[in-house]
């Protein structure tokens, strides 16, 4: 799986632009995967999930997709906001969840 | 609703002190509980996780322990603390058997070991 140990990479996005963030999972066998919303000192917070029987799943402002052949998935964040702004987490669930490194938002204004 | 309490929000202790923090869950029974840590721009680590009273299973060897003696309340100890215990330390639950997958989050508490 994903190393959390490892320091997080930054995205730096403009302000209303659309902001795309990446996840590679290792495990074959998930069925099921999350996204984080992590603001500064606070505890994540669930944004959007996808069960590995969807290869895509829309929420407000907000797309997951999923695409099993390369274990891989995506955030797709519309018209980013300064709000935006944290560390976004993936996950994946076989037997219990783990959590992937993090991407940190960067807004420009 | 749901509600999951940690506490203390921040915590200042010298290296080889004892750690107690507490994380209690309302407004659902036997929920998973996790805790986990995340040191400074890393990300989230999983320390321990419990799917019932008593049932504390480790997921890396370290100097701390969990304890879970009551259905909704789990703890976080240590006896003798490291400085490199420091970091963000997060408590979670999860419906128990995980049906939807989804975790919730406790606020967190940051401690610092001198």
């Known amino acids: 799986g994903e190393s959390v140990g490892l320091h997080l990479p930054t995205l730096s996005v403009q302000e209303g632009d659309n902001s795309i963030i990446n996840c590679a999972y290792s495990?074959?066998?998930?069925?099921?995967f999350i996204w984080y919303k992590q603001e500064s000192g606070k505890g994540p917070q669930f944004i959007i999930d996808i069960r590995s029987n969807m290869d895509k799943r829309q929420g407000q402002r907000v797309t997951v997709l999923l695409n099993k052949t390369v274990k891989h998935l995506s955030l797709q964040i519309a018209a980013t906001q300064p709000g935006d702004s944290a560390v976004y987490f993936c996950a994946e669930r076989d037997d219990k969840i783990i959590f992937g490194k993090g991407t940190r938002l960067h807004i420009l204004p | 609703s749901q509600t999951i309490h940690q506490w203390p929000a921040t915590l200042v202790q010298p290296v080889g002190s004892p750690l107690s923090l507490e994380c209690t869950v309302e407004g659902t029974s036997n929920p998973n509980l996790y805790w986990y840590r995340q040191a400074a721009g890393r990300g989230l680590q999983l320390l321990f996780y419990s799917v019932g009273i008593g049932q504390i299973s480790s997921e890396v060897p370290q100097n701390l322990s969990a304890s879970r003696p009551q259905d909704r309340q789990f703890i976080l100890s240590s006896k003798k603390l490291l400085l490199s215990d420091s970091g963000f330390y997060l408590c979670?639950?999860?419906?128990?058997?995980?049906?939807?997958?989804?975790?919730?989050f406790g606020p967190g508490t940051r401690l610092t070991v001198t």
């Open positions: 979670a639950w999860s419906s128990n058997p995980v049906a939807g997958g989804e975790q919730y």
């Open positions: 495990n074959s066998a998930s069925d099921y």
